[in-house]
Structure formats: structure tokens, C-alpha cells
């Protein structure tokens, strides 16, 4: 099923109203925002300039429809050009030329009421990397200072504004050696480099006094939790040339509060109200905001406006989230995280935008309810992604901690294309100073948010000390939450030790890496990007990713799908080594990715395990990465279409709650509880079954465990060979609450600790699993019915394995009548194995509103089964 990139449907031109005025005070302040009915067009395609294009004489015959947010290269795939550009290796001979000459965007919008009394801004959020832009046959601003992703822009655009406007914007890409977005090795660079206006552009008229970043911010009592205080700024301009009397009033639910304020001719003021200001923004009892399994993420809104003479000149309304973020440091020295005063392992995956930036509001949301789904607590961005703040609301909305900083996109002298040294590439005065401004227009842009909990200004370097000072400096003036000089364990003169580890592996690892390792990636610290290497989609994606003669065996096509790196992690060599040493070769293509498939789920499953029963140690793990720019074999938990991977159920149940966990290292069982209650009278069953599905040992266990611990409650002894392990989690009531499964070898997985570098440690011997191979068949018996409707629709799936053989790794997906498989949906579990004689119930959810097409089948196959298909009424 193609991604989905219709930019999100919004008015031609929306007016947005921030909140409604009581009695009768008139209403001068409104947003506008110019989202539909651009055109784009290269300056090679057109003789006219910008004072030209931004007239009605102007013509725009042969120009492409376009929408903003937008890249060129967006707005041209979405014009229908470029087809299966991403297929195979048809990337790698693409013409980037068309990108060397300059775009224009070009677009009308129309005013009306613009009495001398009222004031207009032209708001752009984002721009790359440089532009030149006209208004109504006037230049308004030039390339010389328009220009960085991450800048910026407001024009007071009054004078030029009239009833019918056309605004012209021409986009230059950016040149090497200036700091633009950057995908790094990801996948390969954009044709385009992303040039065009990638974020918002709005329209602000206000009256004679403007207001712009308000700021709420909290301190919460994380000994009771029972009281709060809000704070609250705002910047206020008077833009008349008299003095301005009027009232500052703010509403949040039942509180309600006025303030007077005199602006004086042309001045600017930052208004700060505290509770000693305003007694009732001393919250007592509030709703918390929370992260995923801790809490609700409560949520509040601001309306915040100023009158003078009976006239709403401005106003705000703003979202925000009454918790409070602090950090701690172990006796190890690794950074931690304290959310409400209480201590949350950070369980996240590092995100990023398309490779044409075509995200839409739709295409994150979904993508956020899987980071839920995989009982994920964080994202981590990159880059600060984006196309507009809709992800970081996402993240508000349900519950998602949010790291948030650059790349290092800007630290390797093959990226940037300037030279790098220890502390990255960004050298002059001039480049300081611009990131300095990027620093500060981030923050203030987007630090309403309450998932979001740090600023990381490095990801492998730490900033040069002028910047790093700059830095320093800025953040007290504007945010009150933690500074993090970088992803990597390094120590800064100005501000310490980061606290953090970046230490790989990005390569594959066997799942008892995880446990066994205490000097690089393994469960200890705060782990900012790591992974198991390959995360392979399944056959349906790889057929959309690979032409059909390519597909098996593995060549140069499955190859240019990894990363773009130039010194590893750019073949499918290392899995299908691990592939072979484990299982044997593999003869097709299905052997291949049923053996792939179960070590990455296996591993990253552990990774995430390992974490949680170590948490004395380990405070944090971001698995590298969550999602994919294009069709790619590394470093998902879903793949390019949106299609969950296996490892995305591995994650999903190494992360319930509630959960036993096998450690590799001592063999032991392990019960780990992060939910925010106690959990009293627990039982675990614990059983071990043969290749051949021989129960070989079994044991019960009660035992409770308090909230966000972890305890040792057995130990078992690892059969000789391959065997299965089972376990099951039961709640006081007897109801089954989590279910684990595990592939043991008595061979374990051995490593080259002398050959460990950057990308991870290779494996010297590799756990046998040959036996698995020629598990006897099994088979399942199934039903299958719809409950529900519309945003409550669900398949529940009735299994039943009457054979006396585990039917092992069972994968399940709903397609539509062409066979494309259907998304989003969200499976209770997938990848399962069902033992003998077992019967039990697996449902899958979805809102029938948000699927692209209709279910027809159910499909399901396994290790060890004949595939199946089940039409569905």
C-alpha cells in the first residue's frame, strides 16, 4: 500500500480564531494560514522575476500545484513525476541538476478589512535553505538574510498588504559547508536537499499591540503531587506610535484573571505573571501530565488576549501539560530522567521525516499510536523533524517523552561538507552565531510542549566552547528544562559531564549481548542509539522495495536499501552471516526471512528486557531507529509503508507492564512492574518445552512486586540443544496479564570484545539453532468475526492448535481484496507461537474510519505451518 502523502486537508485559506470574546468587545486580532493553492515552478522554466511573479500580470502555465509545508522534490512526486523513483537502485542515477537553479513557490491570498487600525505579519517557521521574497511587486526580503532550516522569519508586511495579495517566495537549495536539515547515513541524501518552505506560513493581523510567545511553564510539588504553581509569559508590542492603557486577561478552565498593562510608543515588553501575581495559578489538586503506563498525559489550554478600548488587539491560546522534568545521576555517572518525582526508564526509538518531507498530520498520528501500541514511553527527534508542530502534539497527546536536538548531520566533514574536528565542523563566528539563533528559535517555538524534556545540542561531538557558551547562556533566558551537550559519554569544560552513552551496537548482536555486555552497548546507562542492525520488512513491503527479478538471492538492490554508510552497515552481509551460522544457509527466500526475521525479534526484544531489569543501571535505551525516510532494510520497528516489522511485537510484549523476562546471563526469570501501581499476588508459570514440543520442566511461582521494580523470582537450568521457553504472567483473579516465549540454545552466542568499534562487537561463535529447521509440522484451526464499528472496530481471531507440536513464530496480517496489506491496524500480539492443544484469542483493533480499504482476508503462516488465508465477511 503506497504511503499515504496528501498534505493534510486544510481551508484554502484558514482563519484561525484563537478563542471567542465575551460581551461585546470587538475582535481585531485573527491568524490566517497559507496552506493551499501554491504553485512552484524552477527559475529555469521562467523568464519572469519575483517583482514579475508577485503581480497579476504574471502567467503560471505548466507550473505545479503545491501545497505548503513542502519540499520541491514533495511537491513534484506529488505532481506524479519521480515514479518508482525509490524502487531498487533507481535512486542511485537520479538527475539532481534540475536542484542547482533556484524554485519559486508562488501563491494569492485575499484580505479583507484591513483598516488603518489593524497591523499584518508575514510568518514563515521554516525555509531551506535560502529565499528571496516579494509581495504585491515588492521585494520584502532577501536571500542575504532569509536563510537556515531552522531560523525563523516575521515581516511586517502592513504597508505592502491590499485586498487581493500574491505573494512570490524563491528557494535556493543549500551548498555544502551550510547547516541544513540532514539525514546523515540513514538513506541517501534528498535530490533536492530538501529546499522549499518545509514549514508552516501564516498571517497574523492584529491591532495596534501585537503578542507573540507566550511561555506556560509549572513546578509541581512531587512530594504530594497535590499542588502546582503556573507561570506564565508573554511578549507584548506596542506598534502605534502613542501609548497604549489596556488590560492583559487570561482564562485557563475556572481560572480567570485580569492584569493592567501600559505599552509605551513603539515599546516591547516581556510580561511575566507568577502566583503571586495571580493567587489562583497556585493549583491545588491538578491533573497531571503523565507518560505512557505512568498516567494520564492531562492536558490544559490557555486563552490569553490584551483589549484596549474595548478591542481585542492580540491574543494566544495555548496548549500545555502541568508536570515537572528533573534529572539524576547514578553512582555510575549516567543521566536519568525524573518525570513528577518519579524515576522513568526511557524506553524510546529515534525518529525521521520522509526523505521529501511529506509526513502528514495523518501519516504521525498513526505513527504515534504504534510508538504507544510497542508500550514505547519516548521519541526521540533528530534534527528536530517536523513539518509543523502536529508531531510534538501528537507526542503531548499521548503520552510520548520527547528528546529533542540536532544531528550530527553537522559534526562529519562528509555530511556537512566543510572539515570536522573534535567538536564538529561549525567553525566560524558567523555559523556560531546562526546556530546560536536556531537554538533559541526552536526552543521558543516549541517549548509549550510537555513531552518534551531536553535539549540535546550534540548527538557524536560536543558544541565548539563559543557555541556551547552561546548556548549556555540562551537557555536559562528562555527554558527551564535539561541541557544535554551530547548523545555521546563525553565531558565538557562549560557544562559537564553529558551523562549519556553512544557506544552502537548498530549491527546485529545475539539477544544475550545485552546482559553479558558492561563496557559498550549493553544494559547499563543511558544507551542514546542502538539496534540489532537489519530490521527486515516483511515479503509484501520487500516486494515493493525490490524488483521482482531481484528479490532472491540477496544481490547489489537488497544492498543499496541498507545504510548509506561507506565504512559498514551497508550489505546485508553481516545478517545473512548470522542467518547461516545459526540455522544453516538458507535455499529461498522465505527460509531466509524466517530465520532473519526471528533473530531481529529476538534480539531487540532483549535489548529492551535487558534495560528494564536492569534499571538500577540502566535509565535509558533508544532503539536505532523507529521509522524509515524510504523503503530501507535497517533500523525500523515499521517499514516505509508503514507495515510493523517483526521486532515491533518483540518490542511491544518485552515491554508490557507487567512482564517475566528471561536474562540470559544468570539464567534467571524476572518479573519487572512499570505500572503506577503495586502489584500483590502474582503467578508465573514457567515452563520448557523441546524442539518436538516435550515439556521439559515446569514451575509456579507467587510473588508480588511493588510499582517500578524489577525482582529475580527463579532460576532455570538451560536444556542441552535447542528448546523453547514459555511463560505466563497471571494477575490475583487468576486472568492471564503478559505471555513470554524465548528460543534457548545451550551454545551460546560468543563475540570478538577486542574487535568492538563503532558499529558494535562481531560475533566469534554463534548459538546453535539448526535443530529448528525440521521442527515437525503443526497446524491451526481457525475463526474469525468483527466486533464493533467505526473508531471501535476490532477482529477478534479464535486459535485453536490441535496438533501435539508447538505451532511456532505464527504471523498474522488482514489484507484487502488486492492483497495489499491493511493499515493501520493494531494486533494484541503477532509473531506468536501456540502450544500444543492450546486454544486462545487474539484481537486485533482498528478505526474503520482510518483504514485505506476494506478487509477481505486474514492471512497467517509460520515456521512450522502451511499458510492460510480466511475470508472475512
Not at 549491527?507 to 537489519?534: C, H, R
Not at 486472568?735 to 568492538?756: M, V
Request: aromatic fraction near 12%; hydrophobic fraction near 35%.
Amino acid at each position: 500500500m503506497k504511503k499515504q502523502f496528501a498534505r493534510f486537508t486544510t481551508l484554502v485559506v484558514s482563519c484561525i480564531f484563537l478563542f471567542s470574546c465575551a460581551g461585546n468587545e470587538e475582535v481585531l486580532t485573527r491568524k490566517i494560514l497559507l496552506s493551499q493553492d501554491w504553485k512552484v515552478q524552477s527559475s529555469a522554466k521562467t523568464n519572469q522575476n519575483g517583482e514579475q511573479l508577485s503581480t497579476s500580470a504574471a502567467t503560471t502555465e505548466g507550473w505545479f500545484n503545491a501545497t505548503v509545508p513542502s519540499t520541491i522534490m514533495g511537491a513534484l512526486t506529488a505532481n506524479g513525476l519521480y515514479k518508482d523513483l525509490l524502487l531498487g537502485t533507481n535512486y542511485k542515477n537520479a538527475d539532481r541538476t534540475p536542484f542547482d537553479v533556484s524554485w519559486w513557490y508562488r501563491t494569492t491570498f485575499k484580505l479583507s478589512d484591513i483598516g488603518k487600525d489593524k497591523h499584518i505579519e508575514l510568518q514563515f517557521d521554516g525555509l531551506t535553505y535560502r529565499a528571496n521574497i516579494w509581495l504585491n511587486g515588492k521585494q520584502i526580503a532577501s536571500k542575504e538574510d532569509v536563510y537556515g532550516p531552522f531560523s525563523r522569519f516575521s515581516f511586517d508586511i502592513t504597508q505592502y498588504a491590499k485586498e487581493e495579495n500574491i505573494l512570490a517566495v524563491e528557494v535556493f537549495r543549500a551548498q555544502k559547508g551550510e547547516p541544513n536539515i540532514g539525514f546523515v547515513d540513514w538513506n541517501p541524501r534528498p535530490l533536492d536537499e530538501n529546499m522549499g518552505i518545509f514549514r508552516e506560513v501564516r498571517l497574523v493581523i492584529t491591532g495596534d499591540v501585537s503578542m507573540a510567545n507566550t511561555w506556560v511553564y509549572t513546578k509541581v510539588d512531587t512530594t504530594s503531587l497535590n499542588e502546582a504553581r503556573i507561570n506564565i509569559e508573554t511578549q507584548l508590542s506596542n506598534l502605534s506610535d502613542k501609548d497604549i492603557d489596556g488590560q492583559l486577561k487570561g482564562k485557563i478552565e475556572n481560572i480567570d484573571f485580569s492584569l493592567p498593562v501600559t505599552l509605551k510608543a513603539g515599546e516591547k515588553k516581556k510580561i511575566k505573571i507568577t502566583p503571586e501575581d495571580v493567587t489562583s495559578l497556585n493549583v491545588k489538586n491538578p491533573r497531571l501530565w503523565w507518560c505512557n503506563h505512568l498516567g494520564n498525559p492531562e492536558l490544559y489550554d490557555l486563552n490569553l488576549k490584551f483589549i484596549a478600548d474595548n478591542k481585542v488587539s492580540a491574543q494566544e491560546n495555548i496548549t500545555f501539560g502541568i508536570r515537572q522534568i528533573d534529572t539524576y545521576i547514578t553512582p555510575d555517572g549516567h543521566k536519568g530522567f525524573i518525570l513528577n518525582g518519579k524515576k522513568v526508564l526511557i524506553k524510546s526509538a529515534g525518529w525521521t521525516d520522509d526523505i521529501f518531507l511529506r509526513d502528514t498530520p495523518e501519516s504521525n498520528e498513526i505513527q504515534v499510536q504504534y510508538v504507544k501500541d510497542m508500550n514505547l514511553n519516548s521519541i526521540r527527534f533528530e534534527n528536530i523533524w517536523g513539518s509543523s508542530q502536529n508531531i510534538y502534539d501528537l507526542c503531548d497527546r499521548y503520552g510520548l517523552l520527547a528528546l529533542v536536538g540536532w544531528s550530527c548531520q553537522w559534526e562529519w566533514e562528509n555530511y556537512y561538507g566543510a572539515p570536522d574536528d573534535e567538536f564538529g565542523c561549525v567553525r566560524t563566528e558567523h555559523d556560531i552565531n546562526l546556530l546560536a539563533r536556531f537554538f533559541n528559535d526552536q526552543i521558543v517555538w516549541l517549548r509549550n510542549h510537555p513531552a518534551i524534556i531536553g535539549w540535546m545540542v550534540g548527538s557524536d561531538k560536543l558544541p565548539r566552547p563559543e557555541l556551547e557558551k552561546k548556548y549556555l547562556d540562551i537557555l536559562p533566558q528562555i527554558d527551564n528544562r535539561p541541557y544535554i551537550g551530547a548523545a555521546k559519554t563525553m565531558i565538557s569544560k562549560l557544562s559537564g559531564p553529558t551523562g549519556m552513552k553512544m557506544n552502537g551496537p548498530y549491527e546485529y548482536v545475539g539477544p544475550n549481548y545485552w546482559y553479558i555486555d558492561t563496557l559498550y552497548g549493553g544494559a547499563f546507562g543511558f544507551n542514546t542509539e542502538t539496534g540489532s542492525g537489519s530490521q527486515i520488512p516483511v515479503y509484501e513491503s520487500i516486494r515493493k522495495t525490490i524488483p521482482e527479478g531481484d528479490l532472491w538471492p540477496l544481490n547489489e538492490a537488497w544492498d543499496f536499501h541498507c545504510t548509506t554508510s561507506t565504512t559498514a552497515l551497508n550489505s546485508m552481509a553481516v545478517t545473512t552471516a548470522a542467518v547461516t551460522g545459526k540455522f544453516g544457509k538458507a535455499n529461498d527466500l522465505k527460509s531466509y526471512l524466517d530465520r532473519a526475521h526471528l533473530l531481529n525479534y529476538e534480539s531487540t526484544k532483549s535489548m529492551f528486557e535487558a534495560f528494564r531489569i536492569n534499571k538500577t543501571e540502566g535509565t535509558g535505551i533508544v532503539q536505532w531507529m523507529l521509522n524509515s525516510a524510504w523503503p530501507s532494510m535497517y533500523w525500523q520497528l515499521y517499514d516505509y509503508f508503514m507495515i510493523p516489522v517483526p521486532a515491533y511485537y518483540g518490542v511491544k510484549r518485552g515491554n508490557l507492564p507487567n512482564q517475566l523476562i528471561y536474562n540470559y546471563k544468570d539464567n534467571g526469570i524476572y518479573a519487572v512492574n512499570e505500572s503506577a501501581e503495586n502489584s500483590n499476588n502474582l503467578k508465573a508459570i514457567v515452563r520448557g518445552y523441546s524442539v518436538d514440543s516435550k515439556v521439559l520442566y515446569e514451575k509456579e511461582i507467587t510473588f508480588s512486586i511493588k510499582s517500578n521494580d524489577a525482582q529475580k523470582i527463579h532460576t532455570i537450568v538451560t536444556p542441552a540443544g535447542s528448546s523453547f521457553l514459555h511463560m505466563a504472567l497471571f494477575d490475583s483473579r487468576n486472568k492471564q496479564i503478559a505471555e513470554n516465549f524465548y528460543t534457548l540454545s545451550s551454545t551460546p552466542d560468543t563475540y570478538h570484545w577486542e574487535k568492538t568499534d563503532w558499529v558494535g562487537t562481531p560475533l566469534k561463535g554463534y548459538s546453535n539453532f539448526k535443530a529448528l529447521t525440521s521442527m515437525p509440522e503443526s497446524d491451526l484451526k481457525i475463526n474469525v468475526s468483527r466486533q464493533g464499528k467505526d473508531t471501535n472496530s476490532s477482529i477478534i481471531v479464535e486459535i485453536e492448535n490441535p496438533t501435539s507440536f508447538i505451532a511456532f513464530f505464527t504471523q498474522f496480517l488482514l489484507k484487502d481484496a488486492t492483497g495489499e496489506i491493511i493499515y493501520p491496524v493494531y494486533w494484541e500480539d503477532n509473531y506468536i507461537s501456540i502450544l500444543p492443544g492450546e486454544k486462545r484469542i487474539l484481537k486485533c483493533s482498528f478505526d474503520e474510519n482510518a483504514l485505506k480499504s476494506k478487509i477481505a482476508t486474514l492471512k497467517l503462516t509460520g515456521w512450522n505451518l502451511d499458510e492460510q488465508s480466511v475470508q472475512i465477511n
